[in-house]
C-alpha cells in the first residue's frame, strides 16, 4: 500500500502547502522560503511516483524506497497540521493586526522561537525529501501525470482457454448451470448468466466445465469461449471473439465498422453460446457498447460473464448472478488428497495434519491446489508439522502464488478503497465488523474524500464500503439497507492480503512478543490494552481496543501513554 499512500500523501501536502497564506505565516518570515521549497520538492518527486508503484510490485529496492518517502511525508503532513493549528491560533485572537503581532511576540509561546524551530524541522524533512530524490535516480524512475486511478499496473492473467477436465466439487453447480443454459426460457434471445466469486474459487474452471459439456456443444449452434481480464477494449474484445468463432486470427487490422460486419455475420441469427472471462470493467457505457453488438444471435444464446465483482453481474444482467462459494470439507480433502497422496500411500498423520491445514484454506481451490503441490514433495511427518507451524504463516503472505489472484483484485482499486481495505487489517480474524465503527475510522484517518458537498462524509464513507463489497472484500454482510447497525466479516484470506498490502505501517499487537517487536514507525496497533506500554511507537495514529477475556481496564499508566501518542485516534 505503500505506493498508493505516498501518491496521495504528496498530493495532500501539496495542497496544504498551496494553501498558507501571507496573512497566515505573518511574523514567521523566514518560514515562507522554507515552505516553497517544500513545495517544490514534494513536487518534483510526486511526478515520478506512478511509475515507482508500477515498478514496486517487481522490485523490493523500489517498494523499500516508497516506504522511506511515505515515512518523511508522513512526517511533514504532520508538521504542517501543528503549523496549520498554530497560525489559527493566531488569527483567532482579537484586536487589531499590529495588537496581535504584539501580543503573540511576548506571549510564553514566544513566535521568533517558533518560527526558528518550524524553519529548522522544514530544513530537515526537506533534506532528508532531497536525499530520498536522489536515490530515485538509481531506479531511473519517469514521470507520469495521467491520473493514479488510470495508471495501475496491467498485470495480465494468463489467458484463459476452453479446455478443462473434470474438476472436484463443482457438480451441483454444474447443473445449476446448466438448467440455466439448456431449459430456462428467456424472454430476451441472448439471455447473459453471471458467474461471481472471490478470486482463486475457480469461475473460470466452472465455466470451462459447463462449455465442454456435451450436452451444451449439441445444443448450441455456435460456441465461443474468450479471455477480457483486466483491459476492457471493445474492438480487441470482437477481434477475440470473432478469433474464437472461426478457430484462426485476423490476417489483417481491420477497422471496427468491419469487425462489427465480420462479427454480426458470424452470429447473425445462430444460438450461440459465448464465455466472456474475467471481467473487470465496472463502466456501464462500455458494456453496452459490446452488448449491442451481441443481441443479434438467435433465440436461446447465452453469455456467461465470469467476474469478482458484483457491481460487473449488476451492470451485465439483469438475472439473478450465480454466486459461488468455497467447496465444501468433503470436497476440500478430495481435491488436496488427490494432489498430495497420488503417487504415496495415505499415512494416518498426515491426514490429521493436512485437515488441520485445509482449514485455512476456505474452500478455495487455488490455495488448496498451492498449498497441497508444496506439501507433495515433503516426505516426512516433521516437514508437514513444520509446514503447518510455521511456512504456512508464511506462505499466506507470499504474493508470488497463493494471495496472487487475491492481489489483483486489490491492484484495482482506486487509492481511496486501498486505504480503507489495508486498514481492516487492524480487525482481528473472523471477527465482526460494525461498518458504521469502520466508516467513522476511515473519515478520522482522512480517508473519505468529500468530493460532493451534498452529501456527508458518513454516506461517502459508507458508498466505499459498498464499493469493496461488490468487489467481494467483505462477507457475512448483514441484510440492512442502511448502515446503522450492519455488520460484516472478512474472509481469513482477505484478512491475510490485508495484512500483506499494510506492511509494517498497522499491527495486531496480542502478545508481549510482538508489542517488542513492532517498529516505532507503525501508525496503527489494535492492542490488548496491558500491552500498551510496551509499544515503542511514538507516531501512533490509529489504537483500537478490542474487548477479551485478557484486556485489563484503561488504568492511568495506559492513558498517560496514549496521551504522549497524541495523534492516536482511540477506540
Known sequence: MA????????????????????????????????LDDLKSTVSTIKAVLLDAEERSVTSHRVKDWLEKLKDVLYDADHLLDDFSTEALRKDLLGGSKLTKEVRIFFSSSNQFAYSLKMGRQIKAIKARLTLIGSEAKMFNLVERDRPMETSFMTKKRHQTHSFKDNIIGRDDDKAALLKLMLEFESEENVYIIPIVGLGGLGKTALAQFVYNDEMVKNHFDLMMFVCVSDVFDVKIIVENIIKSATGQALNQK???DQLQSQLREKIGGKKYLLVLDDIWNEEWEEWVSLKELLVG???????????HSLRVAKITSKCQPYVLKGLSD????????????EQRSINPTFVKIGKQIL???GG????????????SFKETEKEWSSFKDNELARISQNEGKILATLKLSYDHLPSHLKHCFAYCRLYPKDSKIHVQTLVQFWIAQGFVKQLNPSQSLEEIGFVYFKDLNERGFFQEVGERFSWEGLTCKMHGLMHDLAESVAGTESSIVDSNEIASKVGENCRHISIDPSLIVLFKGKKLRTLLHFPNERNRIMNDEIWDFIISNIDACVY
Do not use: H, Y
Open 3 to 34: 505506493e498508493a499512500i505516498a501518491f496521495d500523501l504528496a498530493v495532500e501536502l501539496i495542497t496544504k502547502l498551496s494553501s498558507f497564506t501571507l496573512s497566515q505565516i505573518g511574523l514567521w518570515w523566514n518560514v515562507k522560503d522554507d
Open 254 to 256: 481491420l477497422e471496427m
Open 297 to 307: 444471435g438467435g433465440k436461446g444464446s447465452r453469455i456467461i460473464v465470469t467476474t
Open 330 to 341: 468433503d470436497d476440500a480433502w478430495s481435491l488436496f488428497k488427490e494432489i498430495v497422496f
Open 359 to 361: 482449514e485455512r484454506c
Open 364 to 375: 478455495v481451490p487455488l490455495v488448496i491446489r498451492t498449498i497441497a503441490g508444496a506439501l
